[in-house]
C-alpha cells in the first residue's frame, strides 16, 4: 500500500498526488513511468512519473480522468492509499548534451516533462517547454514548468493567453528560427494525435525527435506484448523497448487504432462506475 | 479420475478434474506393485518415493502419505494436477505394459488435498502462532515468485534463513498465477501454499522488479543478503512475425490469459479488465499453453475454438489430458497448418488467418519431422481473434542491469545443472530462466537443488559445517 501524502487539482478532470515510494523515487529517472492498481479488482495503468524527490522517498504522478480507473484514482484523497505501484518501468528519456531542447507537452504530457526539462536546465541546456491546451484554465503546472525550463511557450487554442493557435504552430515558427530558437532534439509528450502532429512539423527538417508512446499495457516487464508498436520495420514493446521512440519512425496509425481495442468495454466500465460509484482501497 | 461432463464445465472456470474420493484412491492404491526396482522414481524429476506414499494412502494412513510427499516435492497439490506424468513417472511405471499405469499423479493431487483440509498447526508443525526464528545469521533473497522462487525459499527457510522473495507483479505464483487457468489449477490451492510459506517465515514483497525497482547490487551491496537466487522464469511471448499480426484482436497468449486469470477478465465488469472477444478464435501452438488459451476461449463465451499448428498431433507438446479434454469440449483442430498472414477488416479488426497446408519431411535439429508447405495449398479460416502461443523466452530486465552474469544466445542464465550456480560468486538460478519454458516439477527441483548448494556455499563462507 502506498499513502497519498498530497493531492492537488490541476483542472477539473486532472489531478497531481504525491505517494510516498521509497524505492521507486530513489531509482526513478525523467521519462521512466509507474504501473499502478486502485483496488482489489482494479486494471494496471501506466502513469508518467513526472516527479521525484530520493530524499524525501515520494512520487509525483498527474492522471487525467478519461476513464473508469483514472477516475477511481482521481476520487481517492490524501492520506488514502494505492494498492499496488511498481516501477520505475521503461526507459529514461536520453537526449544528448549541449544543444537546444524543446519538450512539447499536451494534456497530462506537460507534467510528464516536468522532471525531464528540469535535468536538462540544470546540467547546462537550453531549454525551451511548450504546452498547449484549450484555453487557460486547462493548462497545468506552468509555474512549475517555468522554473523547470529556460523558456516557456503557452500555447492555447482560443487566445485565452500566450500564443492562439496549437504547440506545432509554435513549433513550426521556432523550427523556421524565431526566437527562443530553432530546436536541436524535441521531446513530445501528449495524445497520440498530439504526438503525430509534431513528428509531422519536425520530419522534413530532419530534427531528432522522440515521441513517449502510451499504448495499452497489461504488466509493464515485456511480459504481455500488448503494448507492441511498430517503429520502423520492427515491432517494440513501448515498456520495455521505450516508452520514447524516434517519431519519424512510429507508425501512428496503426498504434491509434490500438489503442481502441476496448472502447466498448471502457464505456461498459464507466456506466458501472457511474451507477456503483467509486471503490475506495481503504 | 472423475470429472465434470463438457457440457457443465466448458461455460466456467471450475476445475474440470473432481479428484478422487478416499474409497477410490485406495482402491487405485492397491494396484500399485511396490516394484523391487521402482522405475517410477526414475521418471520423476524430483525422485519422490512413490510406492512408499501409495502403499500409506493404501493403508489409510494419510498423515505418512502427506509426510512422505513433502519430503520430496513441496508443491504436490500443483504437480499432481499439472505434471505431464504421461511422459515421467507414470510413463515408466512396469504397469503401463500391460495395463494402465498408476495413476500416481492423481494420487499425489488426493493426498495434497486431503493435507489441506487439515488443520494448519499440524501440517507446518507449529507450536505457537509465531514463525520460527530464523537459526542462521545470513539472509537470502529469492527474485521471482514462481515454482522456482517459492520452492528455493520454503527450502531455505527450512534451514534457518530469512529468506525475502521479490515479485514484479502485484501478485506471486508466477506462471501459476498468470499462466494456468483456474479449471487446470484453483487459485486457491497456490493461495494455500503461498501462505503456508509465509507461515514459515518467508517473505514475499510484490511490486519489485529486480533490474528496475532494485539492482542485483543493491541486493548485496545495501540489503546485505548474502546469496540471490533467480528463479524469473521464461515470461517473454514470442511472435511469428508474418504481417496482420498488429492487428487489433490478435494477442499473444500471454497476455490472453494473463488478462483471464491475473486480472480476471471473466469477471468484467465486476472486475475492471476487460477482454474482447468475437465468436471465432485461432490459437496458434499446441503446447500446454495454446490448449489453456483456446478452452479458456470457450470459456469466455467464444463460439468456436480452434488450435492451428504447422505439425501434427504427434509432435504436440501438450499433456495428454489437456489434448482429450480440449476435444471433448469442442475444440477444433488443424494439423498441418502454417498461419502466413492475419487478415483484417478496413477498420484494423481481425477478420480470418491465411494459412498453407503442410506436410512433415526429414527430422530437423529437434529430432522432430520438419514440416514443409504443400505449394498452393493456400486458404482462409474465417477468425476474429487469434492468440499466439508460440513459445517464450527469458526476461532479459534482469541480465541488463546485471554485470558478471553469462546467458546463452537464447537468453537464458548460464547455471550449473545441479547446484544452479551461475557465472557470478552467490547468485544461483534456476527454473525456466535456465532452461527455456519447461515444467513446474522441473522448476521446483532446481529450486530445491540451488538451496541446497546454498546452504552449503554459505557454509564454507561461514566456515563450518552441518
Ligand atoms: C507509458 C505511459 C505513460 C502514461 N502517462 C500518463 C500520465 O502521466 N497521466 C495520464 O493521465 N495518463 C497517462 N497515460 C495514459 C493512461 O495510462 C490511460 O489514460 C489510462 O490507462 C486510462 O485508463 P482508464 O481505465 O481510466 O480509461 P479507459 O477506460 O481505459 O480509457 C478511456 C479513454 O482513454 C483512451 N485511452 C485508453 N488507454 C489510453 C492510453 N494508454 N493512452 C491514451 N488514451 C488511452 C481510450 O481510448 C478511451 O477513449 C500513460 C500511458 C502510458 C502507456
Ligand atoms: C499457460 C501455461 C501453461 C502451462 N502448463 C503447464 C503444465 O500443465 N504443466 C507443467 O509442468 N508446466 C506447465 N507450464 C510451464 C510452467 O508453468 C513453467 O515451466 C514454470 O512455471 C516455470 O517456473 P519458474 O519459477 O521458473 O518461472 P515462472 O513461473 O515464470 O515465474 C517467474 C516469476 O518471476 C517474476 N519475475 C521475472 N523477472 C523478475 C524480476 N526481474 N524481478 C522480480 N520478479 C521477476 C515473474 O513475474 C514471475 O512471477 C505452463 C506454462 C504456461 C505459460
Ligand atoms: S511430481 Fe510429477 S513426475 Fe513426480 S511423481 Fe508427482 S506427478 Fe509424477
Ligand atoms: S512402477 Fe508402478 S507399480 Fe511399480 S512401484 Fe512404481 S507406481 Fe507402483
Ligand atoms: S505492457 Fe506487457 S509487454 Fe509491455
Known sequence: MYEILEKHTLTPITKLFRIKAELIARAARPGQFIILRVHEAGERIPLTIADYDSETGTITIVVQEVGATTRRLGALEEGEYILDLVGPLGNPIDIPEGGHIVGVGGGFG????????????????????????????????????????????????????????????????????????????????????????????????????????????????????????????????????????????????????????????????????????????? | ????????????????????????????????????????????????????????????NMPEAARLLRTANPLPAICGRVCPQEVQCEMLCHMTNRFRPVAIGALERFVADWERDQPVEQISGESTDKPARPARKEKVAVIGAGPAGLVCAGELARLGYS????????????????????????????????????????????????????????????????????????????????????????????????????????????????????????????????????????????????????????????????????????????????PIEILGDDEGWVTGLKCVRMELGEPDESGRARPIPIPDSEFVLPMDNVVLAVGTTPNPLLVKSAAGLETTPKGCFVAEETSGRTTRRRVYAGGDAVTGAATVILAAGAGKRAAEAIHADLNEDAGRED
Open chain 1, 110 to 282: 506537460a507534467a510528464a516533462l516536468l522532471c525531464f526539462m528540469r535535468s536538462a536546465t540544470l546540467r547546462g541546456d537550453r531549454t525551451t517547454t511548450i504546452v498547449g491546451a484549450r484555453n487557460k484554465d486547462l493548462l497545468l503546472l506552468v509555474d512549475e514548468l517555468r522554473i523547470a525550463s529556460r523558456n516557456l511557450e503557452i500555447c492555447t487554442d482560443d487566445g485565452s493567453t500566450g500564443f492562439k493557435g496549437f504547440v506545432t504552430e509554435r513549433l513550426k515558427q521556432m523550427i523556421d528560427g524565431d526566437p527562443p530558437g530553432r530546436p536541436d532534439y524535441i521531446v513530445a509528450i501528449g495524445p497520440m494525435p498530439m504526438m503525430r502532429a509534431v513528428a509531422e512539423t519536425t520530419r522534413e527538417s530532419e530534427i531528432p525527435t522522440l515521441v513517449s508512446m502510451d499504448p495499452i499495457m497489461v504488466d509493464g516487464t515485456g511480459m504481455c506484448g500488448g503494448c507492441r508498436v511498430t517503429v520502423g520495420d520492427t515491432v517494440k514493446f513501448a515498456c520495455v523497448d521505450g516508452p520514447c521512440f524516434d517519431a519519424h519512425q512510429v507508425d501512428f496509425d496503426e498504434a491509434i487504432r490500438r489503442t481502441k481495442t476496448y472502447l466498448r468495454e471502457q464505456e461498459t466500465a464507466c456506466k458501472r462506475l457511474e451507477t456503483e460509484g467509486v471503490i475506495h482501497a481503504s
Open chain 2, 1 to 60: 479420475m472423475p470429472e465434470r461432463t463438457p457440457l457443465d464445465r466448458v461455460r466456467d472456470f471450475f476445475e474440470v478434474n473432481e479428484g478422487y474420493r478416499l474409497d477410490h484412491a485406495a482402491f487405485e492404491a492397491e494396484r500399485c506393485l511396490r516394484c523391487q526396482d521402482p522405475v517410477c522414481i526414475e521418471g520423476c524429476p524430483v525422485n519422490i518415493p512413490i510406492p512408499d506414499f501409495i502403499h500409506a494412502i493404501a493403508a489409510h
Open chain 2, 163 to 338: 529468506v525475502t522473495v521479490y515479485e514484479g507483479l502485484h501478485a506471486p505464483g508466477g506462471v501459476l498465477r498468470y499462466g494456468i487457468p483456474e479449471f487446470r489449477l484453483p487459485k486457491d490451492i497456490l493461495d494455500w501454499e503461498i501462505d503456508m510459506l509465509k507461515r514459515s517465515g518467508v517473505e514475499i514483497v510484490c511490486n519489485v522488479i529486480i533490474g528496475k525497482t532494485l539492482t542485483l547490487d543493491q541486493l548485496f551491496d545495501e540489503f546485505g543478503f548474502s546469496a540471490v537466487f533467480i528463479g524469473s522464469g521464461a515470461g517473454l511471448p514470442q511472435f511469428l512475425g508474418i504481417p496482420g499480426e498488429n492487428l487489433n484482436g490478435v494477442l499473444s497468449a500471454n497476455e490472453f490469459l494473463t488478462r483471464i486469470n491475473l486480472m480476471r477478465a471473466y469477471a468484467f465488469p465486476e472486475s475492471d479488465t476487460p477482454l474482447h472477444l468475437g465468436k471465432r478464435v485461432a490459437v496458434i501452438g499446441a503446447g500446454n499453453t495454446a490448449m489453456d488459451a483456446v478452452r479458456s476461449s470457450l470459456r469466455m463465451g467464444a463460439e468456436e475454438g480452434h488450435i492451428v499448428y504447422r505439425r501434427s498431433e504427434k509432435e504436440m507438446t501438450a499433456r495428454i489430458e489437456e489434448h482429450h479434454h480440449a476435444i471433448e469440449e469442442g475444440v477444433q483442430f488443424h494439423w498441418l497448418t502454417n
